[in-house]
T-cell receptor, first 113, second 113 residues
Framework: DTAVSQTPKYLVTQMGNDKSIKCEQNLGHDTMYWYKQDSKKFLKIMFSYNNKELIINETVPNRFSPKSPDKAHLNLHINSLELGDSAVYFC????????????FGPGTRLTVT | KNQVEQSPQSLIILEGKNCTLQCNYTVSPFSNLRWYKQDTGRGPVSLTIMTFSENTKSNGRYTATLDADTKQSSLHITASQLSDSASYICVVRSLGGGNKLTFGTGTQLKVEL
């Protein structure tokens, strides 16, 4: 009965590869997010989708492409992985764009070698 | 530039003791402030949410305060337990579209026997 789930939990890959991380929420929320947490534990928003529409796109390299097939899913595809992409990526969801509360997934630890 | 600064960066206390974590922000216009607890290897979980008009809010052994005039918040933990060992993150939301949050870098708390 996990509210926000992500797969995989760990991902180790080589530079130059393309990889995807998947996120699903079963809370019936309209809005979903991707965050990146660096080695200093600083969380920074990357993207936000509301009802499958992109509403926030921070300054993120275009190697990162989010995709929302439906409002319960928000996937993140990364092309040509670089060493600096190594981080923990968190998916989150909220009832809607103005909701105070965001619920986070368990994170995906990406290591690029 | 919207910023959220937390202190101390890390803290070690003995089980049963109290502690207070600080958060200063420059986010404007202010909407609300939240404290999250992030256990190692997990996503952040909300502890409290405070709006402009709220000065104090408690959640069990956690008590958050907010001074919107000085743009400061604190999180007080009473009678600490080993399970309180985690990173505590202060997050401030600004008014406006997109539900955009500014995250602090967190305080790493360790509770020891």
């Amino acid at each position: 009965d996990t509210a926000v789930s992500q797969t995989p939990k760990y991902l180790v890959t080589q530079m130059g590869n393309d990889k995807s991380i998947k996120c699903e929420q079963n809370l019936g929320h309209d809005t979903m997010y991707w965050y990146k947490q660096d080695s200093k534990k600083f969380l920074k928003i990357m993207f936000s989708y509301n009802n499958k529409e992109l509403i926030i796109n921070e300054t993120v390299p275009n190697r990162f492409s989010p995709k929302s097939p439906d409002k319960a899913h928000l996937n993140l595809h990364i092309n040509s992985l670089e060493l600096g992409d190594s981080a923990v990526y968190f998916c989150a969801s909220s009832q809607d764009q103005s909701s105070y509360e965001q619920y986070f997934g368990p994170g995906t630890r990406l290591t690029v070698t | 530039k919207n910023q959220v600064e937390q202190s101390p960066q890390s803290l070690i206390i003995l089980e049963g003791k109290n502690c207070t974590l600080q958060c200063n922000y420059t986010v404007s216009p202010f909407s609300n402030l939240r404290w999250y607890k992030q256990d190692t290897g997990r996503g952040p979980v909300s502890l409290t949410i405070m709006t402009f008009s709220e000065n104090t809010k408690s959640n069990g052994r956690y008590t958050a305060t907010l001074d919107a005039d000085t743009k400061q918040s604190s999180l007080h933990i009473t009678a600490s337990q080993l399970s309180d060992s985690a990173s505590y993150i202060c997050v401030v939301r600004s008014l406006g579209g997109g539900n955009k949050l500014t995250f602090g870098t967190g305080t790493q708390l360790k509770v020891e026997l």
